[in-house]
């Protein structure tokens, strides 16, 4: 899940101020009580995070028809403001005190890396796909240095298993800016559909035609088909490429390091809908998938 793989951009949708006018009900981005809430379909959730003036950061029909055409999609401002920066520097806190791997058994032990998974974002931009019954796969810490050298590219897929409804999505949540020098993620779009596997060999390393280098910004957030085909970039600039994994997918799936216990602070005072993240609480009907995934409201 790694990514390691800078060009062309994107196609991503702004957060953009917004309308506070009063108003018998929350609207996107009103403060009330000291949260933001926010609303995406019919579910209005808060945050204590967003910027009270901006529009939240969310999948909307646009952004999913994109994702579902071409693999990927770019949320801009996913992290905005002191909650970026709080992030940033969490980041360098856990690196320099946590040895490798830096996956879900470190992270879970810190609160902001706890609260993160169920940033409305993230989690509720997952819930539109996969609907109530989401669970975090796997959540692990990227970070390179300046000055890197190797191979240009590393293309993989996450999971092999192709085609337009996702069983799992990879969100890199970017920390620094994502130049061409940086070594950003590259997408080969609608590589998610068929099942030829990625190239292997000293092609494996090398552009591809087609390809597309998702251009970010310091908390923007790149969601990715587990099956497209993508890789990271060398950084050769002179700063850090940082990024935090959160791995989404359905309930039904194992999850990574699955024979590991869930770090206590996770679990302390945790409510049903973390424990269901976390694998620690099923449906209770096992056999019976609700479509109440926001993409499937058309379709029932």
């Not at 101020?17 to 403060?31: A, Y």
């Not at 470190?106 to 409305?120: A, Q």
Request: aromatic share 10%; proline share 8%; net charge negative.
């Amino acid at each position: 899940m790694d990514d390691r793989g800078a060009n062309s951009t994107v196609q991503s949708v702004w957060a953009r101020p917004i309308d506070n006018s009063p108003s018998g009900q929350p609207t996107l981005g009103r403060v009330v009580g000291g949260l933001v809430h926010c609303r995406l379909s019919d579910r209005v959730f808060s945050s204590r995070h967003l910027p009270p003036d901006t529009e939240c950061a969310m999948i909307d029909e646009k952004d999913w028809s994109y994702f579902n055409q071409h693999g990927y999609v770019l949320i801009k401002g996913v992290l905005q403001g002191d909650h970026l920066r709080s992030i940033q520097q969490s980041f360098n806190e856990v690196w320099e005190a946590e040895p490798a791997p830096r996956n879900q058994h470190k992270l879970l032990k810190y609160r902001s890396f706890i609260d993160l998974v169920e940033h409305p974002p993230i989690l509720e931009n997952h819930r539109a796909i996969f609907g109530s019954q989401t669970q975090l796969l796997q959540y692990d810490l990227l970070r390179q240095g300046p000055g890197n050298d190797g191979p240009d590219r590393s293309w993989h897929r996450d999971f092999s298993f192709p085609g337009d409804a996702p069983l799992s999505i990879n969100t890199i949540l970017y920390l620094d800016e994502m130049t061409p020098e940086r070594g950003p993620t590259h997408v080969l779009p609608g590589s998610h559909r068929g099942w030829r596997q990625p190239p292997t060999g000293e092609e494996r390393q090398q552009p591809l035609e087609g390809e597309v280098a998702v251009i970010a910004e310091p908390g923007d957030a790149a969601f990715i088909n587990s099956a497209i085909w993508h890789s990271g970039g060398i950084n050769r600039s002179e700063g850090l490429r940082r990024g935090i994994y959160l791995y989404f997918g359905h309930w039904w799936l194992k999850r990574y390091e699955w024979q590991q216990e869930i770090p206590w602070q996770a679990l302390e005072n945790a409510d049903e809908q973390r424990l269901q993240l976390l694998g620690l609480r099923q449906p209770g009907d096992l056999h019976i998938y609700p479509p109440d995934a926001v993409r499937n409201r058309d379709l029932v």
